[in-house]
């Protein structure tokens, strides 16, 4: 997301290129071969300076998964923002995108927001007739509950593999929900309790975004309980010969839905202290992955 510049409808520029080069080296370096986009991403920037990238080395599409995401239109013109899931409008925002990557193919779409006025079977058909052009080759969703992705399911015979959803230490709602059945709080946490138990029971692969909690325990501290916990991140990182970032990745992957983080940063420096979590099975104990959950919520568990 934050490739191509500005978030603005302004051209890009060399530099900007440039920079989506440097961050898909370190990344590479790193062992991470997924690229995740949207098509509304600095307005349709961010797929079009990584698709200068592709054209500069025609040999990397072919070692990496490329992945992009649409369904949301930004406000414009006066108009509101809004959610579009309709045939016709989706299988003209895949071409699009597929054109600024420099691209024939998507490995995987994701549908990136639900839309309630578009019905399942009216996605589906769109999905479908996107997969039979060879346009796309997996199907996902992002920032849906596990009874929406039930209901396109059963209209699909091609498998849903993967939904998007905010998860880090800083953002544990999807956790939370877990543990707060039978108490006051549950009514003031709103993640869609079942949601994570679908995915695990049917195979979908949850995708963190936000995965490193924009920097809150790795440097950017706010709250003296982003100050304690950071803390105790550091201490992990060098008992285990690992970096922050790495332990904040951990605590995700570790996880029993195995759950794959989305790696936000575009400073190569930071993309580099993340390849312990491709290369290295997390190493927290059972333990310490509650102290990090503990520390980060600052109270106790119910």
């Not at 590479?28 to 920037?45: E, P």
Request: with cysteine.
């Amino acid at each position: 997301m934050g490739l191509g510049g500005a978030w603005n409808t302004e051209p890009y520029g060399p530099a900007d290129i440039d920079v989506a080069e440097k961050a898909i080296g370190a990344a590479l370096d790193a062992g991470i071969t997924a690229f995740d986009h949207a098509d509304i991403y600095r307005h349709g920037k961010a797929e079009s300076v990584f698709g200068e990238v592709l054209a500069r080395a025609p040999d990397l599409r072919g070692r990496i998964l490329l992945q992009s995401k649409c369904g949301i239109q930004l406000p414009a013109g006066g108009r509101a923002g809004f959610y579009d899931l309709r045939g016709g409008g989706l299988e003209d925002r895949v071409e699009e995108s597929l054109d600024r990557l420099r691209t024939d193919h998507l490995d995987v779409l994701l549908l990136h927001r639900p839309d309630p006025l578009t019905h399942p079977d009216a996605v589906a058909a769109a999905v479908r007739r996107l997969h039979e052009q060879g346009l796309i080759r997996h199907i996902g969703v992002s920032n849906m509950s596990g009874a929406q992705i039930a209901a396109l399911q059963a209209r699909l015979d091609l498998p849903i593999v993967a939904n998007q959803l905010e998860m880090s230490l800083s953002r544990r709602d999807w956790v939370e929900s877990g543990v707060l059945v039978n108490t006051t709080q549950a009514t003031a946490n709103g993640f869609p309790h079942g949601t994570v138990e679908h995915c695990i029971d049917t195979g979908v692969q949850l995708q963190a975004w936000g995965a490193l909690a924009q920097g809150r325990y790795t440097g950017n501290e706010q709250t003296p309980a982003e100050r304690a916990t950071a803390e105790l991140v550091r201490r992990l990182a060098r008992e285990k010969d690992t970096t922050p970032e790495t332990i904040v990745l951990w605590w995700l992957q570790r996880h029993p839905a195995a759950i794959a983080p989305v790696i936000g940063s575009t400073n190569p420096s930071r993309i580099v202290a993340c390849g312990d979590a491709v290369r290295r099975k997390p190493i927290l104990s059972h333990e310490e992955w509650y102290d990090l959950w503990v520390a980060a919520r600052d109270e106790p568990l119910p």
